[in-house]
T-cell receptor, first 114, second 113 residues
């Protein structure tokens, strides 16, 4: 699958701070998705983006689908301790071979101190 | 509360043993995915089914891994024989064809000694 470069690899912040992470790819995607994974659990979908330039919010989370279709960012405002976890970006290309398979970034590990 | 379920949650086995992991997709979902997660490689797609038919298993080592869907409510991933390098967390996810969202199960943590 296509390589996704996700950064930063990890972040260590104080409660109340804003967080920003991003994903880039050398390939174009039809859809960008952002997932969060808690320890011992599977990834949970946070936000899905379907159109280039789209900006979508989900509570304190905001994500954008880059205009070139090769990148996306996720912002978390006013972080709280329960935001701790690993955040993954995923890109999706619909084609006859891979269908709706996702390509995942390596993740951003977020630690929030009270 | 519809969820993907996976069994077992944890499995410790010895090299050479057969391992079978099971997944129950969300009722009504017609696409099922198997992923493997390791620290080094992250989340890797192993196999993908649509309407119980394998659509893409190019990410799966064919000599020892096999994935099947005996019916719409059960997907299995089998490793025979298992090797220490197979140690990882294996996730199953399901979704609706035509939709972009995949819903993940809690994973099976496999340790091969």
């Amino acid at each position: 699958g296509q390589q996704l470069n996700q950064s930063p690899q990890s972040m260590f912040i104080q409660e109340g701070e804003d967080v920003s992470m991003n994903c880039t790819s050398s390939s174009i995607f039809n859809t960008w998705l952002w997932y969060k994974q808690d320890p011992g659990e599977g990834p949970v979908l946070l936000i899905a983006l379907y159109k280039a330039g789209e900006l979508t919010s989900n509570g304190r989370l905001t994500a954008q689908f880059g205009i070139t279709r090769k990148d996306s960012f996720l912002n978390i405002s006013a972080s709280i301790p329960s935001d701790v976890g690993i955040y993954f970006c995923a890109g999706q290309v619909l084609n006859s071979n891979s269908g709706y398979a996702l390509n995942f970034g390596k993740g951003t590990s977020l630690l929030v101190t009270p | 509360d519809a969820r993907v379920t996976q069994t077992p949650r944890d499995k410790v086995t010895e090299m050479g043993q057969e391992v079978t992991m099971r997944c129950q997709p969300i009722l009504g979902h017609n696409t099922v995915f198997w992923y493997r997660q390791t620290m080094m490689q992250g989340l890797e797609l192993l196999a993908y089914f649509r309407n119980r038919a394998p659509l893409d298993d190019s990410g799966m080592p064919k000599d020892r891994f096999s994935a099947e869907m005996p019916d719409a409510t059960l997907a299995t991933l089998k490793i025979q024989p298992s090797e220490p390098r197979d140690s990882a967390v294996y996730f199953c996810a399901s979704g609706l064809d035509g939709g972009n969202e995949q819903f993940f199960g809690p994973g099976t943590r496999l340790t091969v000694l």
